[in-house]
């Protein structure tokens, strides 16, 4: 049986943080809080390259940091994901059952004070990060849209948050 020395174990872990995609520093392009009802639910902050957003192509990488204010079960994240995706009308119902699973997958259920953050690269790929580790990534070219959208299109259940979101500061 093999055993690990503490040198051979802080190799190990070295070499497993040299794999790991690290969060890129990008320059807040705006920042607000969404509500539902009563309750504050997140701090949302929007970044990219040079802290202008004009579009998907030419922002990218585009980074939507959400900063939980509650504990919120990753069931209850995926179902109201979905129902942006119904309410904008803009993706395929087959599509959004792929990409629910998918979410299943890469999402993690949230407490208060955890992030969790979407990174679209250039391609429309989206990589997912919880508390600054990546998660995984979605890599169907149509998803990064169809999912900036739910806080970016004009027809945002949440046009505020989108006018912060977007608005240099």
């Not at 953050?117 to 169809?146: C, H, I, R, W």
């Amino acid at each position: 049986m093999y055993r690990l020395t503490n040198v051979g174990l802080l190799f190990l872990l070295g070499m497993l943080s040299f794999s790991a995609v690290a969060l890129p520093e990008l320059n807040t392009v705006g920042q607000g809080s969404y509500r539902y009802l009563f309750w504050q639910l997140y701090d949302a902050r929007l970044a990219t390259p040079n802290g202008e957003f004009s579009d998907y192509k030419t922002s990218s990488p585009l980074l939507l940091e959400l900063e939980y204010k509650r504990k919120i079960a990753k069931d209850d994240i995926i179902t109201a994901t979905l129902e942006q995706w119904q309410k904008l009308n803009n993706v395929a119902k087959s599509q959004q059952d792929n990409w629910v699973v998918q979410l299943g997958k890469l999402w993690r259920d949230v407490d208060k004070g955890d992030k969790l953050s979407a990174l679209m690269q250039q391609d429309g790929s989206v990589v997912f990060y919880f508390n600054g580790e990546e998660t995984g990534k979605v890599t169907d070219t149509e998803f990064g849209p169809a999912f900036f959208d739910i806080w970016l299109s004009p027809d945002s259940s949440a046009p505020k948050l989108r006018r912060q979101l977007i608005t240099a500061q």
